[in-house]
């Protein structure tokens, strides 16, 4: 499939963290708006930091850039951007990751985060028609009774948030521990997410499934390591999540061409192609689809396939997501 193709090739993004999209130069821009100092001189010295040796490494830079977001309006910029740039590379619908307690432990009220979250997205949605949706992300590295405050705060706002995921540091955090907290989300009728197997072990996926009742597995690719894992969530057809660019900026994996994505469609597993992160990792949506098509030979019939798991795989509802598809069989 060529390139102008594959921009336009109706998507969903399933993965992908707000403060993940904030752009070294819009970095510069809101320190300066909110006389906050960044801790690199200017865009290319923060450019020049974006070689991690790992998921603790990076997310010292992430959590230190966000520094600068203070206000609704730098929120609503935010979310504003990442959408409109998202629509270029056809995604249709996104379902976008927060992470409250980043900004809250800052003394940003949850208000303003997701007022201007909310707000941005709106704006950007009039003019492109992709639509998006939010979900809240639990620190996982962070106590239990702090995701159990967080899941307080956020009930004003079920609705306008429709789930809850876990993120941040992965090894020596496992999913087990947030029970009571994932118990709770499910029952205000909240969707629930979890990222499990990016760095850890096959067990944190199996307890992201059996212990909160994940309906997504975030990233999930150690699953691999674990055959009856994989014919576990093969026949459930739990969508997972990938994000192969993190995976080698993040080095859980050491070069694309080594990326277990082949094997993950081989075992029947439903699979999407996600960003993540992109400001730092390297590209939007459309440029994950592309890198894997190049760099692992991925033919047309699975670029189509990944595209409309992304459509299944969302909380859109049926009407929509059957509209959807149908614009996969005939991009315009
Ligand atoms: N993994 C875990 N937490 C995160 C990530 C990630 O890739 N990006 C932002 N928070
Ligand atoms: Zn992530």
Redesign the pocket.
């Known amino acids: 499939m060529d390139d102008a193709t594959l921009m336009r090739l109706p998507k969903a993004e399933l993965?992908l963290?707000i403060e993940g999209t904030l752009e070294p130069e819009m970095a510069f821009t809101l320190a300066h708006r909110n006389g906050v100092t960044l801790p690199y001189a200017d865009v290319d010295e923060l450019r020049r930091a974006h070689a991690f040796t790992d998921l603790p490494d990076f997310l010292d830079l992430y959590y230190a850039c966000m520094a600068v977001l203070r206000t609704e309006e730098d929120f609503a910029d935010l979310a504003s951007a990442y959408l409109r740039t998202a629509a270029t590379q056809g995604v249709r619908h996104a379902e976008i990751f927060f992470d409250p307690q980043a900004h809250t432990s800052r003394g940003v009220p949850l208000s303003a985060v997701i007022t201007g979250l909310r707000r941005g997205l709106d704006a950007a949605s009039a003019g492109t028609g992709t639509h998006a949706e939010l979900i809240a992300c639990l620190l996982r590295d962070r106590p239990v009774a702090e995701a159990h405050a967080t899941l307080d705060a956020l009930e004003p706002y079920v609705g306008t948030v429709i789930g809850v995921g876990l993120?941040s540091a992965e090894v020596g955090y496992p999913p087990g521990q947030f029970a009571e907290v994932f118990t709770r989300a499910r029952e205000a009728g909240l969707h629930v997410v979890a990222?499990a197997g990016e760095e850890g072990p096959p067990s944190y996926i199996w307890e992201a499934l059996d212990v909160l009742g994940v309906e997504r597995v975030?990233h999930g690719i150690r699953c691999m390591e674990d055959t009856a894992l994989v014919r576990r969530l093969a026949a459930d057809r739990t969508p997972l999540t990938a994000?192969p660019l993190s995976n080698v900026r993040l080095r859980a994996v050491d070069d694309l061409r080594e990326h277990p994505l082949p094997a993950m469609l081989e075992a029947g597993l439903m699979v999407t192609l996600n960003s993540?992160d992109p400001a730092y990792f390297g590209g939007y949506v459309a440029d994950t689809y592309r890198e894997v098509r190049d760099a692992l030979g991925i033919d047309d019939a699975t670029l189509i396939g990944l595209a409309r798991n992304s459509f299944r795989a969302s909380f859109i509802d049926d009407q929509r997501a059957q509209a959807l598809l149908a614009a996969v069989d005939d991009p315009r």
């Open positions: 993965h963290h993120d990222h975030d994000c993540d």
